[in-house]
């Protein structure tokens, strides 16, 4: 076979053969490069950075799938495209990483020291940190690798520096005492997208009294009885008829030396809820801070950074939280105060890290005010200078701006842009310096220390769009890509990072971070649960590209750090779902399979199926190359312009590459990649391969040299253009092949580089399309009625057809040959509709034609009328059992959605079968169809 590159390219396609020297000579050309400087239009995507401690995941896989396409579509186009890429120093989850490490040595960082831990990092960032970079390679992505950052390198660090102080010195940040999410396992601040809530627990909402001074009680419901020993008012609606004459007295803490008042509160009290008397905890509960706020509560904070009592949780101090729980309700029942508890679901918030349930506490820390930040970044959307796609996914990124609540920046970590304030010990002075100062600005002291804390990495990461391109400093580069053209990205992380890119862009740069906001679905598995590792769900992209045993896959699945239990579940999932492991189908294939997902406005169902015949797509391009025209096409010379065509198959296959690219176009443009996907499958399959090749075969084994010519100039041209409009989703592939085919002498090095197929490459004809259309109309009809009727394509028949269209008429007289190739036809007649209806045949409609193939002599009429009948009671048999499934109640009640939809499409399947065999019995009987 050929070869390029020193590789000799198999009759099958092999893409492990392929993808590394591709990629090779991508990176030796340097075709990834963009220019800082150039007359081309400018188009720019940044890589959602992701973490230095990640392995590539099915959502990276399809995020750089959607970026990679579009960056190789502009950039074939004549765009001076730049895709950015870089890594995030994900400061809590490599942290988590390099302490486990630790611990597994014997020791901790608290050992070692602040200096020596962040060293020890650094090594482990160095060894183990750019495994995602390599992976991503493996995708064909074409990043432009020498621009590469990481979120905590020199420039970058410089970056969040000047955006800290910048900050600081306008009011914009400040250090405040203010309820945050606590993590008592990780030991940090957390901001509320870092807290999960979405996983609903049974829990239980317990009641009991306080005493009111002078006699009396109150009753007051909680989820958190512990938090009773923080606890500074009880409040009521002030039109609840039954606490008006409580209000401004006291009621008395049963476990502690101390009243609190009784206070009316119209948005925290309803009565219509439980008592309608609401207890106040304002240092452990966002909803009673703003309270205390509002009517100066003292604030009594009761828990330690682990979650134990501190001395205020007297006289439980020193107990777990859950552990003071139990112990204050068995408590307070001794009392004589317990008044009950009713079964209650909520979600508590959960670290996304650990996991660990969250505590609302008080605490010294930095924030944001996003007052003006976050109105401007709405404001932003809503007057069109950045688009969400789809547009109604915009909701969550005004759900969150709304509220405009202060971002806690500060994190009690070690590893990560450390807060760039000093604090002096002779005065009360902060020093805030975007270099290390040598003594407090404010009194000329030497005792100074800087702050321990560390930012949120999300502080780094909304900088990204334009620190990556040379912030502060106004380099070519952010002159010449910022704004950037489209951030693709998921929906999930709208609140987390697309909301602060554009605050922060907006507010350092002047203008919004990104046009276009492009946002993909969910991936989930085939049953449309989400992916995680205890499930078993969980599919590596490279896993796919590579293949993998069941044996291995088990293997890697026993090796996870997962409960025994959790471990066996996930075993099971994987020996029920994958029996057979993963076939290999390279990157091209999951690639195109990813792209093909994104037309839904919906989470992606992923199933390693479809992956699977994608790449037996992969063969059929592979195949029609170097199978069938590279061997008619040796040796040729390839002529300029568009082939001027002789024949209608000519005709039909430009005039189809014109409506094909049109439509490619307008799917990559509107971002509808799934449609897009579907008419280059389609147009590649059944129209170049299925119809025009066929077609077309007489030409080439023909005698003619002149007609040869223009045959092999239209299939390479009409190859050309399919593989280039192919290229941006199926990299590997179309290289290979696109170098395999004649070209001429000033062709690009690369089809990267090759302009991007347009209408103007084929040749708009509607009259071919029509005519063409027809005559697979008829073909394809005949083809249905030889398997309706198990007639073997060997067998000739004879055609009759009824139409009134001369047009049609001729088209058809012209086209006896074709018919007779394609279709195994001996004798064709023409009539007009008036004619008498024949007996005993076959019928079909094909436009405004009527077809009849005469069936007797052609089948067994006693035979086929068995089978027939077979057919037809077996097909009665399964509809029957797919309605008694669909009329069970409890079965339609318990079906997974999936499930439920495939019953449903096999009853209307069944249904179609029976009413076609009914008519072929029919026709068979003499009655025709």
Known sequence: MAGWKGISLPRAFEPEVIEQATYAFWEEEGLFRASDRSSRPAYCIVIPPPNVTGALHMGHALTVTIQDMLIRWRRMQGYNTLWVPGTDHAGIATQTVVERQLKSEGTDRHTLGRETFIERVWQWKEQYGNRITQQLKRM????????????????????????????????????????????????????????DRDEPEAA??????????????????????????GDTAVVVHPDDERYRHLVGKNVIHPFQDRTFPIVADAILA?????TGAVKVTPAH??????????HQLALIDILNDDATLNKNGAPFAGLDRFEARRQVKRAIAEKGLDRGSRPHEYAPGRCQRCRTVVEPKLSLQWFVDTTDLAQKAMDAVSDGRTTFVPKHQAHRYFDWLTPRLPWCISRQLWWGHRIPAWYCADCDHITVSRTTPDACGGCGSTRIRQDD????????????????????????????????????????????????????????????PFREVLLHPMVRDQDGNKMSKSRGNVIDPLDVVDGMTIDDMLAKTRGLTLPAKEIESALEYQKTHFPNGFARSGTDALRFTLAAYTGQDQDIRF???????????????????LGFALPNLADMVVEDGIPQPATLAQRWILARLADTAAAVDRGFSEFRVGDAVQTLYHFFWDDLCSWYIELEKPVFTGDDPAQKNIARQV????????????????????????????????????????????????????????????????????????????????????????TDDPAFVALLNDSVPLLSRLARISD??????????????ATAVAGDAEIFVPLKDVVDEAAETARLQKELARCKQDLERTQKKLSNDKFVANAPVDVLEKEKERENEARRRMEKLSEALAALNGGGR
């Open 270 to 274: 309803d009565p219509e809820m439980g």
């Open 828 to 841: 064709l007649q023409i009539s007009t509709s008036s004619a008498d209806r024949p007996k005993n045949c």
């Open 285 to 294: 509960d966002p909803n009673d801070f703003e309270c205390g706020r509002r």
């Open 140 to 195: 064909g992505v074409s990043l432009d690798w020498e621009r590469e950052r990481f979120t905590m390198d020199e420039g970058l660090s410089r970056a969040v520096r000047e955006a800290f102080v910048r900050l600081y010195e306008s009011g914009e940040i400040t250090r405040a005492e203010r309820l945050i999410n606590w993590c008592p396992s990780c030991r940090t601040a957390l901001s509320d997208v870092e807290v």
């Open 607 to 625: 199933s390693v199926d479809r992956v699977e015949s994608n790449r037996k797509f992969c063969n059929k391009i592979w195949q029609a190359t």
């Open 453 to 512: 804390d560390v930012l949120d990495t999300w502080f780094s990461s909304a900088l990204w769009p334009f620190s990556t391109l040379g912030w502060p400093d106004n380099t070519d580069a952010l002159q010449t890509f910022y704004p950037t053209s489209v951030l693709e990205t998921g929906y999930d992380i709208i609140t987390f990072w697309v909301s602060r890119m554009m605050m922060m862009g907006l507010r350092f740069m002047g203008d919004v």
């Open 715 to 802: 299939l390479r041209h009409t190859l050309d253009m399919s593989l280039r409009m192919l290229h941006p989703l199926m990299p590997f592939l179309t290289e290979v092949l696109w170098q395999q085919l004649p070209r001429r002498a000033d062709a690009p090095v690369s089809i990267m580089t090759a302009p991007f197929t347009t209408p103007s490459d084929g040749k708009e004809d509607p009259s071919a399309l029509r005519d063409g259309q027809r005559l697979m109309d008829v073909i394809g009809a005949i083809r249905t009625i030889r398997a309706e009727y198990n007639v073997p394509p060997s067998k000739p028949l004879q055609l009759e057809i009824r």
């Open 204 to 229: 239980e909402m317990w009641s009991f009294a306080y005493p009111v001074e002078g006699g009396g009680e109150i009753v007051v419901a909680t989820t958190r009885p512990e938090t009773m020993l």
